[in-house]
């Protein structure tokens, strides 16, 4: 028999619906709450660090009265940093070959320049005129690259870790940077469609887009890594498809795969056709070489954009090792007006050397080539500078985010992801728009 409770004693006997109803106060709502409350103290700290120091008149900021004047702030927000480079090429052409010994325009590489002029002459050929055609090439850029990251995590994964994927894309706390006027947009869009285009194999499209994310940024000559890895699997896949290994051994595993791997390649080797298709990957860093005899005939320098980076803005091939230690060791002090956000670069460097690591581990070859060559392509250039918004660029992170959020516990996951991408980057923004160095 049950023993009853003594009344009076102040003892309530739990049952599983007082349980799971204390997990879902938790879960529903004190959760959530301590959740913003922990994104509004980042604001509060952000702010006082990096806003109230510059309230004071500043010359390097952008002036008052221009940019609070209806409707020429709708445009001018989005020019910042950057973006007079690129708007500059677009109106009046590259600078003079005594320019590269200094932080010379030639650093920028034309596709998206090009892109612009067309529409700032139908607008009106005004400076207001090319601002507003930047922000027109970059947004369309940007939806061409959305619906092709939703196509291609669609193709491989399903529909809601796609959708997922441009949501994290969207608040990603960088993302603004896809509206302004810089050439993220479209660089990304060249980038997402090359990799699309090898996934269906091909080659061809892919290699002109690839070709033309290499006239856009140099990143996209590292695309090559990824996209012929993908065509030398598919090749032997063709010529010596592997057996079924389940079986086997990790040791045995890797055996068969490399004799496959090299007999295809053997076999390939043989046909024409396959070497007329590999052109057609060749074709990614040889896009550069259309702006590199643009460069010799101007300049004399057949590699000034190369050689800019160096003379002129401080970036060299440098180990990537050597410049972690050295910002660990040497960090800076907050202060909104230095060209390093050195606590934000510091953290997604690390954020993103273990996305790197993961994708090996979670996701197709290709995305993890990828996400290994655009995270260790800018940390191997000397300088944590704007290295958030490279990162941006490396989709197959959203991809992963995506897919962690989605297993279980998954309105958890998504609401931590949103959320602190939805703070972060209204606070980005705000310090983007205001012109601190320190976000550029």
């Known amino acids: 028999m049950m023993a009853k409770t003594k009344e009076g004693d102040g003892h309530i006997p739990s049952s599983p619906q007082q349980t799971n109803g204390g997990t879902s106060l938790w879960r529903e709502a004190f959760l959530p709450y301590l959740i913003t409350r922990i994104a509004l103290v980042l604001v509060g700290l952000l702010a006082n660090f990096y806003i109230l120091p510059v309230l004071a008149k500043n010359p390097i900021l952008p002036s008052v009265s221009q940019n609070t004047r209806f409707p020429d702030v709708l445009w001018l927000m989005w020019n910042r940093f950057d973006a007079g480079f690129y708007v500059g090429i677009a109106e009046n052409g590259y600078w003079p070959a005594s320019t590269l010994q200094s932080a010379s325009n030639w650093i920028f590489h034309p596709l998206y320049p090009l892109l612009i002029i067309p529409f700032g002459h139908l607008f009106g050929d005004s400076d207001a005129a090319f601002d507003i055609a930047g922000i027109l090439v970059s947004n369309g850029a940007a939806l061409v690259a959305v619906a092709y990251l939703y196509l291609l995590v669609h193709r491989d994964f399903n529909a809601r870790i796609a959708s997922l ?75 010596a498809p592997l057996p079924d290994r389940s079986d086997l051994s990790l040791r045995e595993q890797g055996h068969i795969w490399l004799q496959s791997r090299l007999r295809g390649t053997s076999l390939a080797a043989r046909e024409l056709r396959n070497w007329l298709t590999l052109a057609a990957v060749a074709l990614i860093p040889f896009g550069l070489v259309p702006f590199l005899i643009y460069s010799y005939i ?143």
């Open 165 to 239: 994927t441009v949501i994290y894309l969207a608040l990603f706390p960088t993302s603004f940077y896809l509206s302004a006027i810089f050439s993220e947009s479209v660089f990304l869009a060249c980038a997402v469609t090359c990799i699309y285009y090898a996934r269906q194999h091909r080659w061809w499209v892919a290699g002109i887009c690839g070709g033309l994310a290499s006239l856009t940024r140099i990143q996209g000559l590292f695309l090559v890594v990824p996209v012929a890895w993908e065509y030398w699997q598919v090749l032997c896949d063709r010529y």
């Open 298 to 440: 101007q300049t004399g320098d057949f590699l000034a954009t190369i050689h800019n980076h160096s003379v002129g803005w401080g970036r060299q091939v440098e180990n990537p090792l050597r410049l972690l230690a050295h910002s660990l060791i040497h960090p800076l002090p907050p202060n909104p007006m230095e060209w390093d956000f050195w606590v934000l670069n510091i953290m997604i460097v690390f954020a993103f050397l273990g996305f790197t690591i993961w994708s090996f581990r979670r996701l197709p070859t290709i995305y993890a080539l990828y996400t290994f060559v655009m995270v260790l392509m800018p940390l191997s250039t000397g300088s944590l500078k704007s290295i958030s918004r490279y990162y941006l660029m490396v989709f197959p992170a959203l991809i992963l985010l995506a897919l962690w959020s989605n297993r279980s516990k998954a309105s958890e996951r998504t609401f931590l992801i949103t959320s602190s991408f939805t703070a972060i980057q209204a606070v980005f923004m705000i310090f983007f728009v205001l012109g601190l160095p320190l976000i550029a």
